[in-house]
Nanobody
Framework: VQLQACGGGLVQAGGSLRLSCAAS????????MGWFRQAPGKEREFVAA????????YYADSVKGRFTISRDNAKNTGYLQMNSLKPEDTAVYYC????????????????WGQGTQVTVSS
């Protein structure tokens, strides 16, 4: 699976962005998907994950209630809707695909996109 994330940008605190993750290659619908982020000088962290069917979703406590993960298997695309953005959400955001499950553990993802920069100004 080849993944390409896009939709990042510069936004003011309180604003919104929608990230997309376009998949090609193997059947995207058979993979669970996750979003991770990495801020400068920090380790990569889990943001959200969704099962292959879209029936199960999981979120980091720091984004719960503000971010929504979704997917459209017919379009081979996953999404991360980010609302009420905060300066601490500033990071490079990565999408990833897993056969193991919608896990919070990055090492359990098989494929990764190239990342898209999200910058939230105060």
């Amino acid at each position: 699976v080849q993944l390409q994330a896009c939709g990042g940008g510069l936004v003011q605190a309180g604003g919104s962005l929608r990230l997309s993750c376009a998949a090609s290659g193997r059947t995207f619908s058979s993979y669970d998907m996750g979003w991770f982020r990495q801020a400068p000088g920090k380790e990569r962290e889990f943001v959200a994950a969704i099962s292959w069917s879209g029936g199960r979703t999981y979120y980091a406590d720091s984004v719960k209630g503000r971010f929504t993960i979704s997917r459209d298997n017919a379009k081979n695309t996953g999404y991360l809707q980010m609302n009420s953005l905060k300066p601490e959400d500033t990071a490079v955001y990565y999408c990833a695909a897993s056969k193991i499950g919608p896990t919070r553990i990055g090492a359990q993802y098989d494929y990764w996109g190239q990342g898209t920069q999200v910058t939230v100004s105060s």
